[in-house]
Nanobody
Framework: QVQLVESGGGLVQAGGSLRLSCAASGRTFSSYVMGWFRQAPGKEREFVARCQWSGGSTYYADSVKARFTISRDNAKNTVYLQMNSLKPEDTAVYYC????????????WGQGTQVTVSS
């Protein structure tokens, strides 16, 4: 079982930055894939970024490429999402999720953290 707790959300003006954190506890393995997703009001949840605990390639949605960066601190069991040049359309609840391995579904989810970008 894995528990995920997000933090770092808030209200920011367009062009600003925020860093989200996702603290993982319980059983974690290097094969785990950690992802960030978001859901805006009235819209479906969408993929934002992902990485593996063991390192390797990172992947981003086209809408956030070159603005967002996913990273991890294995010693702290924490995954981060650095969000720069924020836009009003980035407003959403952001969720951290974990999959046991690449290609598997995301089985564990955090409770979400609200990000609001004002214009």
């Amino acid at each position: 079982q894995v528990q995920l707790v997000e933090s770092g959300g808030g209200l920011v003006q367009a062009g600003g930055s925020l860093r989200l954190s996702c603290a993982a506890s319980g059983r974690t393995f290097s094969s785990y894939v950690m992802g960030w997703f978001r859901q805006a009001p009235g819209k479906e949840r969408e993929f934002v970024a992902r990485c593996q605990w063991s390192g390797g390639s990172t992947y981003y949605a086209d809408s956030v490429k070159a603005r967002f960066t996913i990273s991890r601190d294995n010693a702290k069991n924490t995954v981060y999402l650095q969000m720069n040049s924020l836009k009003p359309e980035d407003t959403a609840v952001y969720y951290c999720a974990a999959a046991l391995a690449v290609g598997m579904r995301y089985a564990y989810w955090g409770q979400g953290t609200q990000v609001t970008v004002s214009s």
